[in-house]
C-alpha cells in the first residue's frame, strides 16, 4: 500500500521521469507545461502562455501560480509522509518543512545554494582548494576602463555577472562601443572579467550523499550553436557521444576535481545533484573549473531517461540507498539540443510538437516526422528522436527563450563540436521554422 505522497518540482513538467520506477510522484509543479500522463500539473505556462528566458532562480516564482497555495496547504494537513524532490529548494519550501514534520525536502538550503552559485565566492573556492583558474578580476562596471582592461587581459574579453544561468549573463567584448553599451546597460553591476579561453566546455553530473560524492559520465557541452540559438555563450545542451569519441583522455582529471568540489560542497552541508562546468584551454592543455552548478541541471534527465533505458544505474537512485558503490555506465550513446527563439522578436507558437518519439528522415531535401507515441522514455533508434517542452499552441516566446528539447541516441555534435552535424542541422532548422507556420 503506497503511503507517501511525492512531489516533482522543476523548470521542467518532464523531468519527474528521472524517477521512473524508484518514487511514484503524485504531484508535478513546473515553469514549463508538458504530458504529464494524467499526475497533476501546477504550471506557470498553462496560465500565462507565455515563455521567456529561465534563470536560476525562476522557481521563486511558483509560489504566486495559481494552485500552489493550496496545495501547500493540503499537504500540511496530510498525515502520511510528504517528500519533495525538486530542482533546488526555496524559502516557502522551507517554510513549511519547519512548520510541518511530515514533509521532507531532499536537496539542499536555498542560501547554501545561492552561495554555491556566486562566482566570486566560486573563485574563492578555487583558491581554498589550490585549483587551476582563469585571471580575472572583479569590479562595478561602471569603475571599469576598456583601454585598461584590454591591456590586462587581450581581446575578445569575457565580463560576467555574479550569478547566471545558461550563458545568457555572460558578455563577449571585442571593441569599445560594445563595451560602453555594456556598461550603460549593467549600471552598478559588479561583472567579472577574464581572459578569452579557445576550446571545448565539458561538464559532470553528480550526487552529493550522505555518506559520499558519485560522478556520472561528463559530456561536451554544446554552446552557442547557430542552429539552436543566437547567443554566443548559451547553453544548447550535452553531447556524450563526442566527449566519449574526442576528449575521454581528460574524463578522469575531470573527476578527480568534480570530486574534490563535490567533497567541498558535502562539508558545508550540501545534498543532492550537483554539476560542474570546465573549459579546456586547448593551447595551453590546462582543465580550467569554471562553476559548481547546485541544482539538477539539463543533462540530468537525459542521463536518467538513457539509463533507464538500457538497464543501468541513475544518480537519483542515491536518494533511496547508498548502501553500494556507483558505478557510472561505462558508455553513454546519448546527446540533446535545445533550441531557442532566434528572431530579435516576439513569436507565436502556431504549431506545436507533441511530446514523445519520433521517426525521422529527410527525403529529397524534405524533412519527414512520424510520431509513434510517449510509451518509450528514450530513442531506440538512430533514426528516432524524442521531443519534450514544446510549448502548446498560442504560447508567445520571447527572443533567446528555449522552445523545446531534442533527445537523440547518437552523437549530434559534428567532430569539431562548434556546429551540429549537417543531418541534425536540417531536423532542427525544418521543425523550428514549423512552429511558426
Not at 198 to 214: D, L
Amino acid at each position: 500500500m503506497k503511503e507517501d505522497f511525492n512531489i516533482w518540482i522543476g523548470l521542467r513538467a518532464s523531468d519527474y521521469q528521472i524517477f521512473t520506477d524508484l518514487v511514484e510522484i503524485d504531484q508535478i509543479v513546473s515553469i514549463d507545461t508538458d504530458d504529464t500522463k494524467g499526475i497533476p500539473l501546477i504550471s506557470r505556462e498553462v496560465l500565462s502562455k507565455h515563455r521567456g528566458p529561465w534563470s536560476n532562480d525562476e522557481l521563486l516564482g511558483v509560489s504566486t501560480v495559481e494552485g500552489f497555495q493550496t496545495l501547500c496547504e493540503k499537504i500540511a494537513n496530510m498525515k502520511s509522509e510528504v517528500n519533495i524532490y525538486c530542482y533546488h529548494s526555496f524559502a516557502v519550501l522551507e517554510e513549511l518543512a519547519r512548520e510541518y514534520k511530515h514533509i521532507h525536502i531532499h536537496s539542499s538550503p536555498a542560501g547554501l545554494r545561492d552561495r554555491l552559485d556566486d562566482k566570486l565566492q566560486f573563485i574563492e573556492v578555487l583558491n581554498v582548494l589550490d585549483m587551476p583558474k582563469i585571471a580575472s578580476l572583479s569590479e562595478p562596471i561602471r569603475n571599469l576602463n576598456f583601454d585598461e582592461i584590454s591591456a590586462k587581459f587581450g581581446l575578445p574579453l569575457v565580463l560576467k555577472l555574479r550569478v547566471g544561468a545558461s550563458g545568457g549573463q555572460t558578455y563577449f567584448v571585442s571593441t569599445n562601443d560594445e563595451f560602453l553599451k555594456l556598461q550603460q546597460a549593467l549600471g552598478d553591476e559588479i561583472v567579472i572579467v577574464t581572459k578569452y579561453v579557445s576550446g571545448p566546455s565539458f561538464n559532470v553530473n553528480g550526487f552529493i550523499g550522505r555518506e559520499g560524492v558519485y560522478l556520472d559520465q561528463p559530456s561536451l557541452q554544446i554552446i552557442g550553436v547557430p542552429e539552436c540559438s543566437s547567443g554566443r555563450f548559451t547553453y544548447c545542451g550535452n553531447d556524450f557521444v563526442c566527449f566519449h569519441k574526442n576528449y575521454q583522455f581528460i574524463a578522469g582529471e575531470m573527476k578527480q576535481v568534480a570530486e574534490k568540489l563535490g567533497w567541498y560542497m558535502k562539508n558545508l552541508g550540501y545534498y543532492g545533484v550537483f554539476g560542474v562546468d570546465f573549459i579546456y584551454d586547448v593551447k595551453e592543455k590546462v582543465l580550467y573549473p569554471l562553476e559548481i552548478n547546485p541544482r539538477m541541471q539539463g543533462s540530468t534527465a537525459l542521463l536518467a531517461r538513457y539509463q533507464f533505458v538500457h538497464q543501468g544505474p541513475r544518480l537519483v537512485e542515491l536518494y533511496g540507498a547508498e548502501g553500494e558503490s556507483f558505478h557510472a555506465t561505462e558508455k553513454v550513446d546519448a546527446s540533446f539540443v535545445l533550441l531557442h527563439n532566434l528572431s530579435n522578436e516576439r513569436l507565436k507558437i502556431e504549431t506545436s510538437f507533441a511530446s514523445g518519439i519520433y521517426r525521422f528522415a529527410v527525403t529529397k531535401g524534405k524533412l519527414e516526422l512520424t510520431y509513434l507515441g510517449d510509451k518509450t522514455l528514450f530513442p531506440s533508434d538512430k533514426n528516432e528522436l524524442l521531443v519534450l517542452g514544446c510549448p502548446p499552441k498560442g504560447t508567445v516566446v520571447e527572443p533567446g527563450a528555449g522552445i523545446m528539447r531534442i533527445e537523440l541516441d547518437s552523437a549530434i555534435l559534428s567532430k569539431k563540436g562548434t556546429h551540429l552535424k549537417k543531418l541534425f542541422a536540417k531536423v532542427a532548422s525544418d521543425m523550428y521554422n514549423v512552429l511558426w507556420n
